[in-house]
């Protein structure tokens, strides 16, 4: 009887331990505080540098809030990443715009992913519900954010600048130093990004999968504009909202590529509402089915449907010399309502629109 009392106070004080425990506040200054750190449910990260070669994660427990206090500096060194990788649900992330550096110049060659010098990515692995609030990336080695959520999840106010990499450097020659530096490749459902810049040379967003996306009041200059894809086999996106976005000197601003020798995958309800895009330089609006090239021989093995450009009004400005906008559809394979009348072209010159009858409310 005594030891049965005796070891349910002992259960009993190890259960009060452990709630304890994880409403405690945790704090790191290095990587050694990690694993302390991630048994509370508030967590606070201090300035550190991360030593080159080494991934920041953060496998957290439910509920936890993450507030970032100090700037976070990367090691440079050539490997694959990813270089800052977090997870759990319902996660309250506030970066308060404190710096994460991923030592962008040191990767960038001229070359991108698999070439050249080996670069890091993503910089910033993202699997988490809850939200993810005021970020701040500079000089990422290639892609900036990877977004793999487990359940709902809003990003606001994120800022990702690598416009340093528009110039040249010792190892790119002429060309500009940063490639393949997108700022959200998106793969999950449920997702919300709004109210952010971004300064880079490849996708300010790219939709590699799923469902219920939605990129709205968002800032875009250089790189490639805002892509969905681009689309491999077996592969859903669908109920797709773009906002509200301002487009700067993009070569695309608006665009949706899948892969010539893709099957069974479906590209569907993609909304463009009140966008605006100026100084296009290759395209303003491309949607292709011969990816890699823009208007090759299109592939019809990706179903492409209801695409608009409606409610409100999607302007855009094309530079002279880059097409207004160019439609490349596989035969029989675009297909349902694709209203066009709130998309108001300008400048730049007439693309071709091939095998798609569905276009309606707009003309070249």
């Not at 990706?302 to 409100?312: A, K, L, M, R, S």
């Amino acid at each position: 009887m005594f030891l049965l009392l005796a070891l349910g106070f002992l259960v009993a004080g190890i259960a009060e331990v452990t709630a304890a425990g994880s409403s405690c506040i945790g704090t790191i200054s290095s990587l050694d505080d990690v694993s302390s750190a991630i048994k509370c449910t508030t967590i606070n990260i201090n300035a550190f540098t991360v030593p080159a070669g080494e991934t920041f994660e953060l496998q957290l427990l439910d509920g936890t809030t993450v507030n970032v206090l100090g700037d976070i500096q990367f090691g440079n060194k050539s490997w694959a990443g990813p270089l800052f990788q977090v997870g759990g649900n319902d996660i309250t992330f506030n970066g308060n715009n404190k710096r994460w550096d991923g030592g962008g110049p040191f990767y960038w060659d001229g070359q991108g992913v698999g070439v050249g010098i080996t670069k890091p990515f993503p910089m910033m692995g993202i699997s988490i519900s809850g939200t993810l609030n005021d970020v701040y990336v500079v000089n990422s080695p290639a892609h900036a954010f990877f977004i793999q959520n487990q359940g709902p999840l809003t990003v606001s106010g994120v800022t990702v600048d690598d416009s340093q990499g528009n110039y040249p450097n010792s190892q790119s020659g002429k060309n500009s130093a940063g490639r393949n530096t997108d700022g959200f490749d998106v793969g999950s459902n449920n997702v919300i990004i709004k109210n952010r810049y971004l300064f880079l040379q490849d996708d300010c967003l790219a939709i590699k999968s799923g469902t219920n996306i939605t990129f709205a009041d968002n800032y875009c200059e250089g790189g490639h504009g805002i892509s969905i894809g681009s689309i491999p086999s077996n592969v859903v996106v669908s109920n797709v909202e773009i906002s509200g976005n301002t487009v700067v000197s993009s070569a695309y601003s608006f665009r949706i590529k899948t892969q010539t020798s893709a099957t069974n995958s479906k590209v569907q309800n993609v909304t463009y509402t009140a966008n605006t895009a100026t100084n296009c330089t290759s395209y303003g609006v491309l949607i292709t089915q011969s990816y890699p090239s823009n208007e090759g021989t299109p592939g019809n093995g990706v179903t492409i449907e209801d695409i608009n450009f409606n409610p409100g009004t999607t302007s855009l400005t094309a530079k002279s010399g880059a097409y207004r906008v160019a439609v490349n559809c596989g035969s029989g394979s675009c297909i349902g309502n694709w209203d066009w009348s709130g998309l108001e072209t300008s400048g730049g010159k007439t693309g071709s629109i091939i095998n798609n009858n569905v276009i309606t409310g707009f003309k070249q």
